[in-house]
């Protein structure tokens, strides 16, 4: 893993890659059991389970990931994501990774164009578009603001927004779609742990001077 050379300053990626994985596992063990009352209003309850099983494996590699690429790590973290999480999100979370480690790799450098075509590639997989009341009603703005270059502090403040702009919305794809009209007034659970991560990352990343 290369050191990142910001003014003034060097920035261990390898530390850093390791405390942002560490970081998302503890946030999403604090709140598995909201994921999964929310998972429970308008789906089966699981979901707060699975992403914890899916954090908790990651973070069991992430040394392994911390001593890789950047790219190759970010391939090896959606592999194990789309292993551990299963249900919906599994395979959506993991293409998110994988893409954005296939973006790396062909010496793309800017991160917020690898974001988006990444998560283009989840919207085809999920064959879901944002409105729809699905995690990619952050992922999308979430990767709107990084096109921005919106202040990654400012950014961390927006990110439940994004998340809360789906308790109106009408389920469309998934498990809640089966509820019809009655899953509007409910938070997305899949909305609402894209937005755990993507806060905790975003606020490691500043910790870091990154941002
Ligand atoms: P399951 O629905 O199989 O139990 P989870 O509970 O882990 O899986 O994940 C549910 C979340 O997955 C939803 O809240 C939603 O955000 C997301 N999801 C489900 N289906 C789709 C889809 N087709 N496109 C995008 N996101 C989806
Ligand atoms: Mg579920």
């Not at 300053?9 to 390791?18: E, K």
Request: glycine share 10%; charged share 25%.
């Amino acid at each position: 893993m290369i050191a990142v050379r910001q003014p003034g300053r060097v920035i261990d990626t390898a530390a850093l890659m390791s405390r942002v994985i560490g970081a998302c596992r503890d946030a999403v063990g604090s709140e598995e059991a909201r994921l999964c009352d929310l998972d429970r209003a308008i789906g089966d309850g699981d979901h707060g389970t699975n992403m914890r099983r899916g954090l908790e494996a990651l973070a069991a590699e992430r040394e392994q990931l911390a001593a890789m690429p950047l790219a190759e790590a970010m391939i090896a973290a959606g592999t194990i994501l789309v292993m551990t999480i299963g249900g919906a999100a599994g395979p959506l979370y993991g293409t998110l990774l994988l893409e954005i480690g296939k973006g790396l790799s062909t010496g793309r450098v800017e991160f917020p164009q690898v974001f988006q075509q990444a998560v283009a590639a989840v919207a085809q997989r999920g064959r879901s578009s944002p409105g729809e009341k699905t995690l990619l009603d952050v992922l999308v703005p979430l990767s709107d603001e990084l096109i921005k270059h919106t202040d990654m502090r400012r950014l961390a403040e927006k990110i439940q927004g994004f998340a809360e702009m789906t308790i109106d919305m009408k389920a469309l794809r998934g498990r809640a779609s089966f509820l019809g009209e009655r899953s509007v007034g409910h938070m997305d659970p899949g909305a609402a742990s894209c937005a755990l991560l993507a806060t905790t990352a975003c606020r490691e990343l500043t910790e870091a001077g990154l941002a």
